[in-house]
């Protein structure tokens, strides 16, 4: 089991860029939002793009908290959202469904990043435990499964 830790946002960037370079069919993410991450800086996009592209019944789904400001501040999130409906989807936390103080990011259910309160960058990087990721994936399919209708790319207009 291969662990480290991250303490800043830059550090919890890298590992986050870690998961998504090592995912190969499936990326979960569960957090407050989505602005530690980052997802609309070049690179990040194009990882992600690429494994949207990629095909073969890939995977990437984000949970969080709160969507609201995602449109107005990741147009490059909601473009990838819009183009790869099928592969990308963001839903919002149930506002009934009590919230885990963690946040976590899944990669392949045997990596996985972890941040024991999602109002802390310190976290820690596993990158094979297939265990704990086991745990974490547990609770986000729950989460999941009671979640808001998906975040939708496209506004409808009379």
């Excluded at 908290?65 to 149930?94: A, E, N």
Aim: glycine share 4%; aromatic share 6%; proline share 6%.
């Amino acid at each position: 089991m291969n662990a480290s830790a991250c303490i800043t946002p830059s550090e919890c960037r890298a590992a986050f860029d870690a998961l998504l370079a090592r995912t190969s069919r499936e990326l979960r993410l569960y957090d407050r939002d989505l602005d530690l991450w980052q997802l609309d800086e070049a690179a990040r996009h194009a990882a992600l793009r690429a494994l949207c592209v990629a095909g073969g019944g890939r995977r990437v789904e984000f949970l969080l908290d709160d969507t609201r400001l995602i449109p107005r501040t990741l147009p490059r999130l909601m473009q990838l959202v819009r183009d790869f409906s099928h592969v990308l989807v963001i839903r919002q936390v149930d506002p009934d469904t009590p919230r885990p103080d963690h946040a976590c990011v899944l990669a392949d259910r045997h990596a996985i990043l972890v941040r024991a309160n999602k109002a802390s960058p310190h976290g820690t990087l596993h990158l094979d435990d297939p265990a704990r990721a086991a745990a974490f994936h547990q609770d986000f399919e729950s989460l999941w499964q009671r979640a808001q209708a998906p975040l939708s790319a496209t506004t409808l207009g009379l």
